[in-house]
Each structure stands twice: as C-alpha cells, then as structure tokens.
C-alpha cells in the first residue's frame, strides 16, 4: 500500500542521511592562504566567524604553516565565514560559507588570497 | 453586558459596551464594512468554481489531475499562504507588480497591502485562490448528480447547451450552491489567519474584520468585556445571515437529515 | 463522450492550474535559489539551486521541537476526536426521548464557529490551568460536529440485525463500538482522522492566543513569529513555508478521495 511505501522510503532517506552525517563530522576546516602574487604565506593568523541570523562572531583563530595551509577542528557552524590577516597588511576577503549540516568536514574550494594595503 | 477585565472583578454595566460600539466606535463599523465586502467576494468565487465544475465535469482526459491542482490550495496552512501572497504581492520584487508592469496594465508598481484602497481586494484575491478549489469539488459532485438522462431528454428535445445549462442543471444544482454560500459567508466570519499575516489589520484598519477586532480587543488591548460584546454581534449577525439564507432558499437546505 | 472543443477545454484548464499552481512554484524556486528577494525583475527560471535555506531553518529555528509540538497536539486532537466523536454517534443511533432535539441542538452548534468562543475558551483554559501546553492547545479542538455526523451516518448504514446479534452474545454497549461498529466504519474513521488532523495541524489562531513562550509554539505560530523577526529579507522564510506546507500536502495527494469525501458529505444531501 501506498503509505507503506511511503513511510519505508521515508525513513530509509533519514536513516541513511543521519548515518552519513555521523560518519563525517568531525568539524574540520581546511584551506590554504597565498600572497597576493601567488606564493603560500606561512605564519599568517586565519580567523573563523561564525554567522548566527543577525551577526557574524568571531570563534577561533590559527596560524598557516610552511605551505600556507591552515586547519580548524571543531568548529560546528553550518553558516560561516574565514579571514585571513597580515597585521598592518593586506588582508583577505572575508568571505561567507555554508555547509550542509553543522561539523561537516570542509574542504576551502579556493585559497584565500591576501590583497595589498591596510 | 459586563464591565470586566482580567485585573478588575466584574460589575453589570447594562447596554454601555453595546452603545459605544454602535455610536462611538469608528473601527467597529470599519470592520464591518470590510466583514461585508469579503462576504461580498463568495458569489464572486461559487461563480468562478461552477465555470471550473464544468469544465473539469467534461469528459476529458486527466480531469482527476485538474481536480487535485485545483484543489490543492485547499488543504494547507493559511499563515504560509498568507506569506506566499504576499511576497507575490510586494511593491519592490513582488511578482504580480512584474507582470502588471511588463504588460502594461499599469505605469508604476502598486503598493498593494500598503495602500488604502487595494489592501481589502488584495487579501480577498488571496482567499478566493484559496477556497475556489473547495468550491468547485462541491459543485463538481452536485453536478454529477444531475442524471444524464434528462439532458439527453433534452438534447433530444432540442433545447440549445445554454438552455440545458439554465433549466436544468441550474436548479439542481441550487443545494450545493447554498452550501457553498454558507460556507462562503461563515469563511468570511472567521477567516483570521489569513489576514494577520498578510496585513495584520492592515493600513489604518483597511483590512480589519470583526474577527481580528475582537482578537485585538481581547488579547491585545485586554479589554475582554468588549471584545465579548463584539463576539455577541458577531454572532448575531452569523445567525440572521444564515437565517435569512435559509429563508431565501425555501426552507431546510444542506446538513444532514435530522427527522430520525 | 467527448465533447468537440476538447482542445479549448484543455487550454482553459492549463490556464487556470498554471495560476493556482503559480504561488507554489514561486515559493519553491525562491527557497532553493534566494533569487528574487531582492533583486528585480523577477526570473522565472531558477538560475542556481541551493539547499542551504533548509539548513538554516533546521539550525536557527528550534524547529524540530515545532515539529514535535504540532505532531502531539495534533495526535492528541485526532485520538480524542475519534473516541468522544464515534461515542456520540452511537449514541445517536439509539433511540431515545428527546433525540431529535439533541440533534438540532448539534445542528445549531455547527452554526457557532470557533473563533466566536475564543474568549470563554481562554478563560475556562486560564482556570483549569492549561495554558501555555500540549492539551491546553488540544482541548478545543478535540471535537467537531462534522465529525460526529459522519460517524453517524456510517453507523446508521450498519444492519441492526448485526448490533441485536452482538447485543444477544452479551456484549456491552462500548464493546459493540469497538468490534462491531467501527470495523466496518473503517472509511469514516479514516476520513475523521484526516480532517481532524488537517485542522488541528492547521490551526493558528488558538495557539496564538494560548502559547506564551517559544518553545510551546506549533508549526503555524512559529512560522509568523518568523516572519515579525526577520519579515522577508531572508530566503529562509520561505523554506519554513515549504517544509511547514509538505506534510500536508502529502497527507493530501496520499488522501484525496477520502479527504474530498468527508468535505462534501453535506453537498449530496438535501
């Protein structure tokens, strides 16, 4: 019968869902800052805002290594947004990101890149 | 009939609540104006479903498809209807000021729930593109209770498709077009939802109806003794327009058989 | 028997499900896309889709919580209205003294709509000390008159021959309820339970009056109280809509007939 069709769908889709989502959330964020030219930058402070409806709050902040990579554990926003910062410098864009479930596992699809200036 | 308040132990206060409604209330009679006018949309919206009735009542393919579309408003929320219309009604991004504007119909876009005068007829459009689908699945099962036999009958006879429609189907069809009024005239009594969300009085009471009165009054203002009166009016007045219906239409008519 | 402007019969229908089914459609595109909430002219094909309204409703509403409170309140509305609904309608298909006045007092209750009682209901709510609950919302709800009268009229088709059987065996008057009557009144219990259930998780103007707190709130409260914070600057509003109206949509395309049905019971008579 139709609901029982409906109901079994239903909760395999939920089921299946909440497995998937219990298996990658480990709340990493990951990316990677380069120069204005191109080149990594290494030791630069990268800072995690968190947007709640009506405010952006800043969370945690880290420093990049060698390769300009950075990397947050732990941060279980879904709506978010990460900056990186030369004191006196240039900084980057602060530019906002979603994920689809809070503590996924995200992957920066481009690096960030510190522009010139104060 | 009493003066009364959540913070004051009541007194009888006789007819005092009833005169400052009739003599010195402004709103009152605002909102029974606008109670009148959305009333005054039920005809507008039986006639509109009877011409759906007939259309999906001819013999064509997928009709059963029409007939869930259109009755699909039917069944939901009111409050997220209420959003939905009025998005669609915005003056800045609102899609109906698009489409008036691309065709031409107006020079610049209509403030509709902002402005005095189009606030009631917007909110009225909302509730008939609500309720035109109940309408029509009503009609639609009077209509196939007309036996085909007496149109064939008249076919036969030779009486033109107009004069089927006018001698026939018509009077057959008056229980479910009372019913339809009623429902038509009691949706408008109570209709709350639809109008707080999409205007919530209105500009100025422009949409207020008895119903968001009585809930300002009562919940809002605290002055329950006076909300109570205008429950009273309310309701007086349901009965009489129910009534005078009932008369109008010759006796008893819908509901359910009560000689047992 | 199909009739010579089939085609014009078509057109005119697509014409008229295209502006019933336009809201739906623009409510749906603008909570994938966020197209439209601010920018003009409007677009009428999606551009680029997106979940990510849906998530923010997840998170930054409590909303399952609104969910669970609409889902009790309305199980609770639905039991009751079966049990106190299919008693009366036995009742009424007994025969006693003043029956026909009891039935016309029913048929004059239909009359009183809901919202003219609104302020006894509070109070009588305010003094059993139920405001701001699960039964307090439930209360006035959990009987209709509609849904006595198809009860009554499914019982009344069953054969008396059947309940004076029962009643011979012995069977107590409840006990014939339970295993004679409602078994093959299946469709009216069925038809009940959906129109009780459509009302009470549609019911907005009784939780507005009777909730105090956020937490309490049902699905139609919670979604205006959205909408007075954020009013429409953000797309996921209208994800609240969506997922605030799929359940009963569902329920309905699941339901048609039986839904139908129980509406226009009052069309074929008289």
């Known amino acids: 019968m139709r609901y029982l069709v409906v109901l079994s769908a239903t909760t395999l889709l939920v089921a299946g869902w909440n497995v998937w989502v219990v298996l990658h959330s480990d709340g990493i964020v990951r990316g990677q800052v380069l120069e204005a030219d191109g080149h990594p930058a290494e030791g630069i402070t990268v800072t995690f805002w968190e947007k709640t409806l009506t405010t952006l709050e800043r969370r945690a902040s880290t420093q990049t290594d060698r390769d300009g990579r950075f990397l947050f554990v732990g941060q279980p926003a879904h709506h978010f947004a990460v900056q990186a910062e030369r004191p006196d410098d240039g900084a980057s864009p602060r530019t906002l990101y979603r994920r689809y479930f809070r503590s996924q596992n995200f992957v920066l699809a481009e690096p960030l890149r510190l522009g010139k200036g104060p | 009939m009493q003066t009364w308040s959540p913070f004051r132990p009541s007194r009888f206060a006789g007819v005092a609540h009833y005169e400052e409604l009739f003599f010195h209330d402004e709103v009152f009679w605002q909102s029974f ?228 | 028997m199909r009739p010579s402007n089939a085609v014009a019969v078509h057109a005119a229908l697509l014409i008229v499900s295209a502006a019933m089914l336009l809201p739906f459609y623009w409510v749906l595109k603008t909570s994938v896309t966020g197209e439209n909430i601010f920018q003009y002219p409007p ?15 997840w998170y930054y509403v409590p909303f399952v919580r609104f969910v669970a409170n609409s889902v009790i309140v309305s199980v609770l509305v639905v039991v009751a209205n079966v049990v106190f609904n299919a008693l009366a309608a036995y009742a009424l298909t007994l ?126 409260l919670a979604l205006s109280t959205f909408l007075s914070y954020l009013e429409n600057t953000t797309g996921a509003l209208y994800a609240f809509c969506i997922m605030v109206l799929v359940p009963g949509i569902v329920l309905f395309l699941l339901e048609q007939r039986r839904f139908i049905e129980g509406l226009t019971s009052g069309a074929t008579k008289g």
Not at chain 2, 213 to 230: C, E, G, H, Q, T
Not at chain 3, 141 to 151: E, G, N
């Open chain 2, 33 to 260: 104006w606008n109670t009148l006018s959305f009333m005054a949309s039920a005809p507008i919206a039986i006639a509109l479903a009877l011409v759906l009735a007939l259309l999906v009542n001819a013999h064509i393919r997928g009709r059963g498809v029409y007939r869930t579309i259109i009755f699909l408003s039917y069944p939901l929320m009111p409050v997220a209807v209420g959003i939905i219309w009025r998005w669609l009604y915005d003056e800045k991004v609102g899609l109906l000021n698009y489409l008036l504007l691309s065709l031409g119909l107006v020079e610049q876009r209509i403030a509709f729930l902002d402005s005095y005068q189009w606030a009631m007829p917007s909110v009225i459009v909302a509730a008939v593109w609500q309720i035109v689908g109940f309408f029509m699945v009503i009609l639609l099962a009077g209509l196939q209770n007309v036996p085909p036999s007496l149109l064939e009958a008249a076919a036969i006879d030779g009486a033109s498709a107009w004069q089927r429609f006018r001698r026939i189907t018509l009077p057959l069809l008056r229980p479910a077009m009372f019913l339809c009024l009623m429902l038509g005239i009691i949706n408008s009594f109570t209709s709350f939802d639809l109008i707080y969300v999409m205007t919530g009085g209105g500009p100025n009471h422009a949409t207020e109806v008895l119903i968001t009165y009585i809930y300002r009054s009562a919940f809002v203002l605290s002055k329950f003794d006076y909300a109570a009166a205008l429950t009273v009016v309310l309701f007086v007045f349901l009965l009489s327009l129910t009534w005078a219906a009932n008369r109008a239409t010759g006796g008893e008519a819908g509901a359910v058989d009560a000689a047992e």
């Open chain 3, 43 to 57: 677009t009428l094909l999606p551009r680029s889709i997106h979940p990510f309204y849906y998530v923010d409703v």
């Open chain 3, 95 to 220: 025969a006693f003294r003043g029956k026909r006045l009891v039935i016309l007092l029913l048929l004059s209750c239909m009359l009183i709509p809901f919202q003219a009682t609104i302020i006894p209901a509070y109070l009588i709510t305010k003094e059993l000390g139920l405001l701001n609950s699960h039964l307090g919302i439930a209360l006035p709800l959990c009987s209709t008159i509609v849904c006595i009268f198809v009860f009554k009229a499914s019982f009344d088709a069953v054969p008396r021959s059947l309940i004076d059987a029962a009643r011979i065996d012995g069977l107590a008057e409840w006990r014939i309820i339970r295993h004679v009557m409602l078994p093959l009144s299946m469709s009216a219990l069925a038809t009940n339970v959906i129109l009780a259930f459509i009302w009470s998780w549609n019911s907005f103007l009784w939780p507005l009056i009777i909730i105090r707190n956020q937490e309490m709130q049902t699905l139609p």
